[in-house]
């Protein structure tokens, strides 16, 4: 079979189109992908090596803040409920919140830092419950809310009722309990 020029002009071209087509398809696009995938990373590792420089810079300030909290923290268990109660009161009576009951909670953990959890109920404005979670959020202690239910008391009164659970850490000597909470004896603290 003997083409034409005009049909080998046309065979050729359309070899060149597959050829290319072919080429990127299998070579340029992967290549493409492979050089997006290497960019984002980079800018990964570039985020990740700027943080380390941050922390290698700031380690001798975070060194001393630590070395500070651990010795003016919570160093036993005796202490942090007794530390953690004396502020909930005070916290309280600064924001004019009626708290009605404190109940702490034992978590037995075979990690070096230990946790109590308070369990506080009382009644207040909003006003007055927000200033209560602002002194909590604030506190030097080491504690933060874990969770948080409002709601409403009487509309005549304008009051609200809260219900939070308090996460207070202390250093203490790991138990040797496999129980994820302790079943020790819960006092209720009523205010």
């Known amino acids: 079979m003997v083409l034409s020029k005009r049909e080998r002009i046309i065979?050729?071209?359309?070899?060149?189109?597959?050829?290319?087509?072919?080429?990127?398809?299998?070579?340029?696009?992967?290549i493409q992908a492979k050089l997006a995938e290497m960019e984002t990373e980079r800018s990964r590792l570039h985020e990740e090596l700027e943080e380390a420089r941050?922390?290698?810079?700031?380690?001798?300030?975070?060194?001393?803040?630590?070395?500070?909290?651990?010795?003016d923290g919570?160093?036993?268990e005796a202490e942090a409920e007794s530390k953690v109660l004396i502020a909930l009161r005070e916290w309280s009576n600064d924001a004019g919140l009626a708290v009605s009951s404190i109940k702490p909670d034992r978590i037995a953990s075979d990690k070096g830092l230990q946790e109590i959890i308070f369990t506080v109920a009382g009644k207040g404005t909003l006003e007055s419950v927000?200033?209560?979670l602002w002194q909590i959020e604030t506190a030097a202690?080491?504690?933060?809310?874990?969770?948080?239910?409002?709601g409403t008391?009487?509309?005549?009164?304008?009051?609200?009722?809260?219900?939070?659970?308090?996460?207070?850490l202390y250093l203490g000597t790991p138990e040797k309990s496999s129980d994820a909470r302790q079943s020790e004896v819960n006092y209720e603290y009523d205010i």
């Open 54 to 71: 941050f922390l290698l810079a700031n380690q001798s300030v975070m060194q001393r803040k630590w070395k500070a909290l651990v010795s």
């Open 141 to 150: 202690l080491p504690v933060k809310v874990r969770d948080i239910q409002l």
């Open 153 to 168: 008391g009487s509309e005549s009164e304008g009051t609200m009722s809260l219900q939070l659970h308090l996460s207070a």
């Open 74 to 76: 919570l160093r036993n």
């Open 11 to 30: 065979l050729i071209v359309t070899l060149a189109c597959v050829g290319l087509l072919v080429v990127s398809k299998f070579v340029v696009d992967p």
């Open 130 to 132: 927000s200033r209560f």
